[in-house]
């Protein structure tokens, strides 16, 4: 039981962590420049992708380490 609340805890963080990366350099394009009429919308379009992005990045990371540790079981 242990185990998985540890690995739920560290999904949760690794969420957070990825999306908090992909605000940050998403922030970095400065899209709210571009969208000068729509300042709100951009705004929450910004989070809105980093929300997307982040939580890609961190299930592609996540998957990959669980299958590293899955190719154990073949020897």
């Not at 922030?27 to 420049?33: N, Q, V, Y």
């Not at 997307?52 to 190719?71: H, K, T, W, Y």
Request: aromatic share 14%; proline share 1%.
């Amino acid at each position: 039981m242990k185990l998985i609340g540890l690995q739920g805890i560290l999904t949760i963080v690794s969420h957070l962590i990825f999306i908090a990366l992909a605000f940050w350099a998403i922030s970095a394009l400065h899209i709210e420049r571009l969208m000068t009429f729509y300042p709100r919308q951009s705004r929450v379009l910004i989070v809105m992708l980093a929300v997307a992005i982040g939580f890609g990045c961190s299930s592609f990371f996540l998957d990959f380490i669980n299958n590293v540790r899955n190719l154990g079981y073949l020897l």
